[in-house]
């Protein structure tokens, strides 16, 4: 039995060195990401047995992210689409740095996976995990993506394997109102629940601190687990009526994207060696600031790198 299945598009992240602009460098930097193969990536590096669903054209742009992903151990399950007829989704990351922020622009439109069907993926792939992840950026991608995102979820859940769903709300994707709408659609088939506060406020209309907001939306969507991040304020979880609070790890931060989808990794990845909440929390902190120190989305990290983190043992090994 597969520990984790994600499923969600990948693209090609094209940055610039750091100090360099978008308009006039001559050089990009290519790497893998994705919000949740982002989190296969970094559950893989802590142990769990990973697979990441996903449709990608049959091109070498499409067989290079499945190469970088599977360097890390996570094994795919992809849908090839013709390369005469899709296209991989890029994005571009300009480094920011004060007074400027760090810019990301898509290219994604129309890439193959906003076509995808349930039906393309590999069979059985989510019945036979013990646990399935996904995210609030694919149901922006399309109506098919969308409906696969639906259908898997609906698949997950009869098959009992634990669902969780990481909100990721993207203004650049879609507007708050139809936002909310397609997650509320979604939030009666998943178990576990990670939303930024900002979000929870912004997007879902919900009001009061983190631990109102994860009471408030458990009991209306009958959530297993609420997990209420708040930025360098830590995050909060809700689960079977108890409170756990669990602080950032303090790391220097080189590169901020995909530090969500990091304490996702880490916090799945003890949920699945049958550690508790607050366990859970450590791994997810200390994931997360690991990632921080990394170029790129992926948590390039390993158990014993987290444990050093959660003991607070850093420094120089030699
Ligand atoms: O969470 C990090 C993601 O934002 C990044 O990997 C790109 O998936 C991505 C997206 O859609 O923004």
Redesign the pocket.
Known sequence: MTDLVTF????L?LSPPRGERLETTRELTVQA??????VAVGAARLGADTRWLSKLPDSPLGRRIVTELRSHGVRPGVAWADAETSRVGT?YLEHGGEPRGTN?I?D?ADAAITTVEAEELPTGAVEDAEWFHT?G?TPALSAAAAETTAALLETAGEAGTARSFDL?Y?AK?WDPETARAAYEDLFERVDTLFVPRRDAREVLDREGNAVEIAHGLATEFGFDTVVVTRGLEGAVALHDGSVYEQDVYEAETFDA?????AFVAGFVAERLRGGDLAASLRWGSATAALKRTTDG?LAVTTREEVRDVIDGEGGIDR
Not at 8 to 11: A, F, H, I, S
Not at 33 to 38: F, L, P, V
């Open positions: 969600g598009e990948t693209m992240r990401g994705g919000a949740e193969s982002n994005y990301v898509y994604r995210t950026i990721n993207r994707l994207i995909g530090t969500g989808d989305d």
